[in-house]
C-alpha cells in the first residue's frame, strides 16, 4: 500500500503558483515545496509540471534542480519524475558508474511488472537514444552482463498459471547447478529470466520443500563471486520484494554514515506502491519504525522530505 | 485432350485453379473422369487390383494447394501481433529448420511491433516467447534466438562510428575463430546484433566491408540462421528476394513455398517494389491464391 497521503481536492494551478512563489526570491521556501510535491501521486505531479509550464514557460524539474541542492534536491529530482522516467535515470546512473551498480539494476529489472519494465525500456531510449539492453551490454561483461541483459530484456508472462511439474523439475536443475562448483550458468539465468514471477515462486517453494533450506541461503557463498552475488540478489527480488526492499533500507541506516542513494530510491520508488508494507517489516524487524531510524541518521530539508513519503503528517 | 491438359495446368502451380476445375469437372460423367485419370500419369498411376490411384505425393500436395488461399486469407486477416506470434509457435514447434522465421520476425519487425507480437504470445499461449524458445531450443541457436526476440532496440539515427567499427572488428575476428568456437554462441557478436539498433548495425556492416573486403553475409554463408540475422537486420531487401526466389524455384520445397504467403502478406510495401518477383508471380501462381496474392501486392500502397 501506499504511505503518501494525498488530498481529496488538488488544484494543479495552485500548486503551480504556491512552488513558483516557493521559488521566487533569493532563498527557497522548502518547506512549501516538500508540502506540495510530498502530498501528490504521480498522475498528480505530472499535471502540476503541464500547469507550471503553461503559466511560466519553465520546465518545473530545471527551476527545482536550480534552486535546491544536495540529498534534498536528488531525491526530488527523483520524485517529480514519471515513474518510468525515473527508473530510466536510475538504471543509467547505476549503468555509468565506474563500477557499475549490478544491483540496483538487477532490483529495478526484476521488482517492475512487466509493463513497468517496458515502460521503463521506452523512456530509457527517448532519454539516452540508446536500449537499455545495449547499454547494460557495454558497461558489463562475461556471466553478469548475460544475467543483467536477460534480466532487462525480459517481458514475462503476467499470469497465474503455474505448471507444478516444470517447477518441480526446474528446481531440480538450479540445484544441480548451483551444487557443482562449476555453474551451468546458463540453466540459472534461462530460468530466472524468462518464468513468470509466479512460476518461479512455485520453483523456489520447490526447492525449499526438496533441499530443506532455502535457495538463498545456498547461494551464500564466497562475497568476491559477483555473478553468485548478482544471482542471490535477482533471486531474492523476484521471490519477496517487499522483504529485500526492507533489507536494502536497513543497510542504508544501519552502522557509520547513510546510503542516501539507496535510502532515496527505495523510499521515492515504493511510496506509492508498497512501502507501507515494507514499513511494517522494517518495524518488526528492527523494533523500532522506519520514521524513527529516518530521523536519527538524516537531517533538515532532505529529512522532512522522506518522512513525508513516509506518511509523517505535517 | 484439352481438358487433361488443362486439369494438369489447374494441380500444377501454387494454388489450384478453381475455376478452371469447376468447368472440367462439374459436369464430368464416369467415362470423362476415367479418362481424364488414365490419362493423367503425372497424378494416377495404374494399380494391380485393376483401377487408376492417386499417387501418395499427390494426396499431400493436393491438401497443401488447397490450402495455401485459406492460410494466406487467415494470415492477411489476423491482427499482425497476432499473426507474428502465432507464426513464431508454429516455427518452434516445426523445429531446427523453421528457425530462421523466428529469426525473420524478431529482425525485420520495428520494436514496437515486435513488442505487441510478445503480448500477443502472452494472450495466446500463457507463456513468454523467451521461456518457450529457451526451454524448448536446446542447440547453439537459442542463446541467439532468445535474444533476438527480446531486443527492444532504439530506433533513432544516431551512430557512433567509432563504436560500429569496433564492433565490425569484434564480429571479424568472432568469423574467424569459427574452428574454436561457433560464431553463433560467440558472446559478444551475440551482444551486439541482439541489441544495437538497426542504423548502427547497417554502419557495423560497412565497416566490416572495408575492413575484410567481403561483406559479412559473404562471410557467414555456411552459418545458417547467423546469416539470417544479419541479412534481415542489415539488408531485408536481399533477404526477403532470396527467400521469394527460392519459394518461386522449380525444385521449391513445401517449406520454402509457404514463405511466399508470409512474406507477401506481412511485406507489402516491399512487394509493390519488387516487379521481377511479380512477374514471375503471374506465371507460376494459380487460382483464387494467385488473385488474392496479387490483390495484396496491389493494395500494398495502404
Given at each position: 500500500m501506499a504511505t503518501i497521503d494525498v488530498p481529496h481536492q488538488v488544484s494543479f494551478l495552485e500548486d503551480a503558483e504556491a512552488l513558483r512563489k516557493a521559488c521566487?526570491?533569493?532563498?527557497?521556501d522548502e518547506k512549501a515545496i516538500i508540502s506540495v510535491l510530498g502530498h501528490r501521486n504521480a498522475a498528480q505531479r505530472k499535471q502540476i509540471r503541464l500547469a507550471y509550464e503553461e503559466l511560466y514557460q519553465e520546465d518545473l524539474i530545471k527551476r527545482l534542480e536550480s534552486e535546491l541542492s544536495g540529498d534534498f534536491e536528488k531525491a526530488v529530482y527523483r520524485w517529480v519524475l514519471d515513474p518510468a522516467d525515473r527508473d530510466a535515470v536510475l538504471a543509467n546512473v547505476a549503468i555509468k558508474?565506474?563500477?557499475?551498480d549490478h544491483h540496483v539494476i538487477i532490483e529495478i529489472s526484476c521488482t517492475r511488472s512487466p509493463e513497468e519494465l517496458l515502460a521503463l525500456r521506452r523512456a530509457y531510449q527517448a532519454r539516452y537514444k540508446h536500449s537499455l539492453e545495449e547499454d547494460v551490454a557495454a558497461h558489463t561483461k562475461g556471466d553478469i552482463r548475460k544475467l543483467l541483459v536477460a534480466l532487462v530484456s525480459a517481458f514475462r508472462y503476467d499470469g497465474e498459471e503455474i505448471n507444478t511439474r516444470r517447477a518441480n523439475s526446474e528446481a531440480n536443475i538450479l540445484h544441480d547447478a548451483i551444487k557443482?562448483?562449476?555453474?551451468?550458468h546458463e540453466e540459472v539465468i534461462r530460468i530466472l529470466s524468462t518464468r513468470s514471477k509466479m512460476q518461479l515462486m512455485a520453483t523456489f517453494n520447490c526447492y525449499r520443500d526438496d533441499q530443506g533450506t532455502t535457495i538463498t541461503k545456498k547461494l551464500?557463498?564466497?562475497?568476491?563471486d559477483e555473478f553468485l552475488v548478482a544471482l542471490r540478489t535477482a533471486v531474492r527480488c523476484l521471490n519477496d520484494p517487499k522483504k529485500y526492499f526492507e533489507k536494502v533500507l536497513r543497510n542504508s541506516i544501519k552502522?557509520?554514515?547513510?546510503?542516501e542513494d539507496a535510502l532515496t530510491r527505495v523510499i521515492v520508488t515504493r511510496a506509492e506502491k508498497d512501502l507501507k508494507e515494507i514499513k511494517d517489516l522494517y518495524h518488526k524487524r528492527n523494533s523500532m519504525p522506519l520514521e524513527q531510524a529516518v530521523a536519527k541518521d538524516t537531517s533538515g530539508d532532505y529529512e522532512a522530505f522522506l518522512l513525508t513519503l513516509l506518511g509523517k503528517e505535517d | 485432350m484439352a481438358d487433361l491438359e488443362a486439369l494438369t495446368k489447374a494441380f500444377?502451380?501454387?494454388?489450384?485453379?478453381e475455376n478452371s476445375l469447376i468447368s472440367i469437372?462439374?459436369?464430368?460423367?464416369h467415362e470423362h473422369k476415367k479418362s481424364l485419370r488414365k490419362g493423367c500419369s503425372k497424378f494416377f498411376i495404374e494399380d494391380d487390383n485393376g483401377f487408376e490411384r492417386l499417387h501418395q505425393s499427390t494426396v499431400k500436395n493436393l491438401k497443401l494447394e488447397f490450402k495455401r488461399f485459406r492460410d494466406a486469407v487467415v494470415l492477411s486477416l489476423l491482427h499482425p501481433w497476432e499473426r507474428d506470434a502465432r507464426l513464431i509457435e508454429k516455427a518452434l514447434k516445426q523445429g531446427p529448420r523453421h528457425y530462421s522465421v523466428i529469426v525473420e520476425i524478431a529482425c525485420t519487425r520495428s520494436s514496437d511491433e515486435l513488442l505487441g507480437a510478445r503480448k500477443a504470445y502472452h494472450s495466446l499461449f500463457d507463456h513468454s516467447i523467451e521461456e518457450d524458445l529457451a526451454s524448448r531450443i536446446k542447440g547453439s541457436e537459442r542463446k541467439l534466438l532468445v535474444a533476438l526476440v527480446s531486443a527492444y532496440r532504439?530506433?533513432?539515427?544516431?551512430?557512433d562510428e567509432d563504436v560500429a567499427k569496433s564492433e565490425a572488428e569484434i564480429l571479424s575476428s568472432a568469423i574467424k575463430s569459427a574452428d574454436k568456437r561457433k560464431p553463433i554462441e560467440d558472446e559478444d557478436a551475440i551482444m551486439i546484433l541482439s541489441t544495437r539498433s538497426k542504423p548502427h548495425l547497417q554502419a557495423v556492416y560497412e565497416h566490416y566491408s572495408k575492413i575484410c573486403g567481403k561483406t559479412i553475409t559473404e562471410d557467414l554463408e555456411a552459418e545458417g540462421i547467423l546469416k539470417d540475422t544479419v541479412e534481415c537486420l542489415c539488408t531485408p531487401a536481399t533477404y526477403f528476394t532470396r527467400v521469394l526466389e527460392a519459394a518461386l524455384s522449380?525444385?521449391?520445397d513445401e517449406e520454402s513455398k509457404r514463405a511466399l504467403t508470409r512474406v507477401i502478406v506481412t511485406q507489402k510495401e516491399f512487394m509493390v517494389k519488387e516487379g521481377n518477383v511479380l512477374n514471375k508471380i503471374q506465371g507460376i501462381l494459380t487460382g483464387s491464391y494467385k488473385d488474392f496474392v496479387l490483390g495484396l501486392v496491389a493494395g500494398g500502397k495502404n
Open positions: 521566487k526570491g533569493w532563498g527557497t558508474k565506474i563500477s557499475p557443482d562448483e562449476a555453474f551451468n551464500l557463498g564466497e562475497s568476491g552502522g557509520i554514515g547513510t546510503d | 500444377s502451380g501454387i494454388g489450384v485453379d469437372l462439374a459436369n464430368s460423367n532504439y530506433e533513432g539515427p544516431k551512430v522449380v525444385d521449391a
